[in-house]
């Protein structure tokens, strides 16, 4: 969901649509956001460190839509890196039912996500931590200096604002969602880990993005009106990230779903039909891509779907979107390559319909900047 302060300003008619741009941006943007970390190391690390050497300290990523997502991508991955389990938990949800996600008992870091930083419930949700939990500790991860959240100060309080090309102007967050991943990823799993591995990671995003234009261009101009995003573990996020992307920038004229390779089959395999676009994301962990794979060849053989794609970084997968140079690579580093077909496939279905990527809910219904939230106490 979008979360931005202000609308964006927008290009003339015969630029570059924003959007498009900051897909575009992430190799450098992903760089620049390790490059601020690692100037910033002491002061980060000696903020989390002694956090994270408290055993009984309980960790919940959170932010609203896309930047809710980047705490369900990560939240397994940090949980077996931590050594400790790592919860995402919606901002959305904290808000609506702070009973249902609070202890007051257990010490906990907030870690918001906010590409503005002032969404009702990003503020709300770190207010209702504050009440509702004794040792209450807040990592705030923004691209927004002057939002809300990025002028919190206080002894529990430690602000990382991301560079200033992160705030994307587009309606649909694309650059902010990697930035503040990898961010996350960096201060939590360290920083020092990230900055061999970083660079992989940037390369392997530009490969993408300058090649995996002429396919998704192709099936933009397929029409399907049914598309499903299929991945595992650190995948399943994504997969919800796709499908909201997708949502987002065809102003709701596809009808998009997600789920695990697993999962699938237990219902929401309905959703397949002529009509549909099947996308799975493949694990490269021994164990969970077989299932992946098993998914693939369940979905080709049935030939029901009008198109399957596999994305992949393991080179004998002979995948339609393959991820070159990352075969060794964990699954927490593949999420950078693997989301941007799915931006640009978002980007090239809005362009398709006759949209506005920037602005492709015309009707003023959804916004870039969230309105219409009434934050209650609870109790009333």
Request: net charge negative; charged share 20%; glycine share 8%.
């Amino acid at each position: 969901m979008p979360d931005a302060l202000l609308a964006p300003e927008t290009p003339d008619d015969d630029a570059e649509p924003f959007t498009r741009r900051e897909i575009a941006q992430q190799p450098e943007t992903l760089r620049a956001t390790q490059a601020l970390l690692r100037a910033n190391k002491a002061a980060i690390e000696a903020f989390v460190a002694p956090l994270l050497a408290r055993p009984d300290l309980r960790v919940v990523l959170t932010g609203a839509g896309t930047s809710a997502f980047i705490g369900e991508c990560l939240a397994p991955w940090l949980s077996r890196e931590l050594g400790r389990t790592v919860e995402a938990i919606a901002t959305t949800d904290i808000v609506s039912g702070p009973t249902l996600h609070l202890r007051r008992d257990a010490p906990t870091l907030l870690v918001s996500f906010g590409r503005s930083g002032s969404s009702p419930e990003s503020i709300a949700a770190a207010d209702l931590v504050d009440a509702h939990v004794d040792e209450a500790f807040h990592l705030i991860v923004t691209c927004n200096a002057e939002g809300a959240l990025g002028q919190r100060q206080g002894d529990n309080i430690h602000v990382v604002v991301l560079p200033e090309a992160t705030h994307d102007r587009g309606f649909a967050m694309t650059s902010s969602f990697s930035a503040m991943m990898l961010a996350a990823l960096s201060i939590l799993s360290g920083i020092d880990r990230l900055d061999g591995r970083v660079e992989a990671i940037a390369a392997a995003v530009q490969a993408m993005v300058a090649h995996a234009e002429p396919l998704v261009a192709d099936l933009a101009g397929r029409g399907f009106r049914r598309v499903v995003y299929l991945g595992s573990g650190v995948f399943k996020g994504l997969a919800r990230e796709a499908a909201l992307k997708l949502m987002e920038l065809s102003d709701g004229a596809v009808v998009t779903a997600f789920d695990t390779a697993l999962g699938f089959r237990h219902g929401p395999k309905t959703i397949i039909n002529a009509e549909t676009l099947a996308v799975v994301f493949v694990s490269n962990d021994p164990l969970t891509r077989l299932y992946d794979l098993d998914i693939v060849q369940e979905l080709r053989s049935d030939g029901h779907s009008g198109a399957v794609v596999m994305v992949s970084a393991q080179p004998g997968d002979d995948a339609e979107v393959a991820i070159a140079g990352m075969a060794g690579a964990g699954d927490a580093d593949l999420l950078f390559p693997f989301i941007v077909p799915a931006q640009l496939f978002g980007l090239h279905v809005s362009l398709a319909l006759g949209l506005t990527p920037d602005r492709p809910n015309a009707s003023g219904t959804v916004n870039r900047v969230v309105q219409g939230v009434r934050i209650h106490a609870p109790g009333t």
